[in-house]
């Protein structure tokens, strides 16, 4: 069992069940949306592990030196935008609880759902 | 060696994951998530991706944090405690992490050089871009100039944020003026000598090294995501210490809607220069005499473009909670 | 080898002050005694580790960003302490003393 090749994955496993259940299970609107924060920390982990290469480097490219290794640049390019692109969304996500906090007087889903029932 | 320290970094990860969740006072939960930002840059670092840690670190570890705290100062501070965990959400976790250490049996070992990633275009890449694109930083030649597409569709991606911010908080840039917020003396921010002298010299410092991370990021790690996002930092970090008024007058409101609008025009505007000059959307070879200069010239100006908008937008989505904030 | 000597022996020293910065953050019995604590690490961790480090860089442009970033630590932790214990007193938590007399025990420590 490659204990050590494998670990980075099963942190991933980890991290992305420990999200999971904090959008599932949490009623307060903010920690989902903490929840959901580590739910794409975790992806961005995993794509970052595939871009490791042994005995790389980051992929520099320093002028005149050969035989050099680079790890792999196109899972960076795509985590790059996509951390961007993610507090982007949290942005919005907590104007859109600051309203509903302000409307309803809660951030807890079930008192929301109360309320809207009446 | 190092391995060693990336085992114990990813387990001090979980360990800080299961913290927050576990975390019945939000503030606590926020401050958490900033240390688990950290840490994340720390392992990216290992694992040899610069640039993605520099982001993950400005952008979540401090421009994260801070929005959280300014929602968390609108909203309640503490969570309603439930009873002890639901049976039912954690045996669907349960499976699902089964199931997913189950299927990473069949993934490569962490450095395999002969993972099917390494095999199509990332070679190619590597090859390619000295003849060219000719700057060290691959990833900032993918991002810029393979692959720049993509990263027109995310400057979009922020300014359409940044726009819905301002519109869901009733805060649009016309409203956010030096005149109507509260200055620093009545708003509390007295007796805080020290951090205020301290921010006023560090503010100018940073932008200056935000600026060196934007015009560098073709040598070194760096470009124009993590640079706004430092820029933004130093302005929030003024705005905090020297209180809303100072910063509005700073960094006037209209100031920051040009920029969050320049940005992606700045982007634009150089996929469509291509196609006047003979090229297709977005060829930078055609820019200039050169192919090579032209690349040169393309990847500075949308570098450019994509600090601006990120700068505008951080900046303008921290006044809008903190006008918001006022109001009340 | 002097060189690397030197390292070793800064970077250890650092090492047992940000262990100690950190037992004490979890042992000290209030906020300000711990707040003081973790000072520690700001101060001491920060110039040894550094340094240790900087010994290896030698006078290269490494050296001079080392120095440059050991300068910035130094100028904003001990700041950014300072700002907490600030709020703190602000927000009425008081440090554990005993009280001079019955009228002014107005604390509350937690």
């Known amino acids: 069992m490659d204990f050590l090749g494998l670990y980075n994955y099963w942190v991933f496993a980890l991290l992305l069940s420990t999200g999971l259940y904090a959008v599932i299970a949490k009623a307060n609107l903010v920690k989902k949306l903490i929840g959901i924060a580590i739910f794409q920390s975790a992806v961005f982990l995993l794509y970052i592990t595939m871009d490791k290469v042994d005995g790389g480097t980051a992929p520099i490219i320093q002028a005149g030196a050969v035989d050099v290794i680079y790890s792999n640049p196109l899972p960076q390019v795509l985590i790059l935008t996509a951390i961007v692109v993610g507090i982007a969304t949290t942005a919005l996500g907590l104007a859109i609880i600051v309203r509903i906090s302000e409307t309803y007087g809660t951030v807890e889903e079930d008192e929301t759902q109360e309320l809207d029932r009446e | 060696m190092i ?80 009873p002890s965990a639901r049976f039912l959400p954690l045996v ?8 997913v250490i189950y299927a990473t049996f069949e993934k490569p070992r962490l450095g395999d050089p002969n993972a099917p990633v390494h095999m199509h275009v990332a070679p190619w890449y590597l090859e390619n871009t000295p003849t060219l694109i000719d700057i060290p930083n691959v990833v900032t030649a993918v991002l810029a100039s393979f692959r720049g597409y993509d990263t027109f569709g995310e400057v979009f991606v922020i300014f359409t944020a940044g726009i819905g911010v301002m519109f869901v908080l009733g805060t649009p840039w016309s409203r956010l003026n030096a005149d109507d917020v509260p200055s620093a003396e009545t708003h509390g921010l007295r007796h805080h000598l020290i951090p205020r002298v301290v921010g006023r010299l560090l503010v100018p410092f940073i932008v200056l090294f935000g600026l060196y991370v934007q015009f560098h990021g073709e040598y070194g790690p760096g470009g124009g995501f993590q640079a706004g996002a430092l ?3 130093g302005i929030i970090l003024y705005a905090l210490l020297d209180g809303e008024a100072a910063a509005l007058r700073a960094v006037p409101a209209s100031w920051l ?17 291509g196609i006047v000059l003979g090229g297709r959307f977005l060829d930078y070879s055609v820019l200039a005499t050169d192919p090579v200069a032209g690349q040169h010239w ?21 006044h809008a909670f903190a006008a918001r904030a006022s109001m009340r | 080898m002097i060189l690397d000597v030197a390292s070793w022996l800064l970077l250890l020293a650092g090492g047992f002050f940000v262990f100690a910065g950190g037992l004490g953050a979890l042992r000290m019995p209030d906020f300000y005694t711990r707040a003081h604590a973790s000072g520690l690490t700001d101060s001491m961790g920060t110039i040894l580790i550094l340094s240790g480090v900087a010994l290896q860089a030698g ?24 700002a907490l214990a600030n709020a703190a007193y602000f927000a009425g938590l008081r440090p554990l003393l005993p009280p001079l007399s019955a009228e002014t025990d107005d604390r509350k420590t937690r």
């Open chain 2, 3 to 82: 391995t060693l320290f990336a085992v114990f970094l990813l387990t001090l990860l979980v360990i800080t994951a299961f913290g927050i969740v576990r975390a019945q006072n939000l503030f606590v939960a926020v401050m958490l998530a900033g240390i688990f930002s950290l840490q994340m840059a720390a392992i990216f670092f290992i694992l040899d991706a610069a640039d993605v840690a520099l982001t993950e670190a400005a952008v979540g570890a401090g421009i994260s944090t801070v929005l959280f705290l300014g929602a968390l100062a609108l909203t309640v501070d503490e969570e309603r405690p439930r």
């Open chain 2, 92 to 99: 669907v976790v349960a499976i699902t992490t089964l199931a």
């Open chain 2, 231 to 233: 820029i933004a930092a």
């Open chain 2, 257 to 273: 809607a040009a920029m969050v609008a320049i940005g992606p025009l700045i982007y634009g505007a150089v996929g469509l220069a």
């Open chain 2, 298 to 318: 393309g990847i500075l100006l949308i570098e450019a473009g994509v600090g601006i908008t990120v700068t505008g937008v951080m900046v303008s989505v921290f």
């Open chain 3, 59 to 82: 006078f290269s442009l490494a050296g001079l960003k080392l120095f440059t970033i050991l300068a910035f630590l130094l100028l904003t932790s001990p700041t950014a302490t300072y």
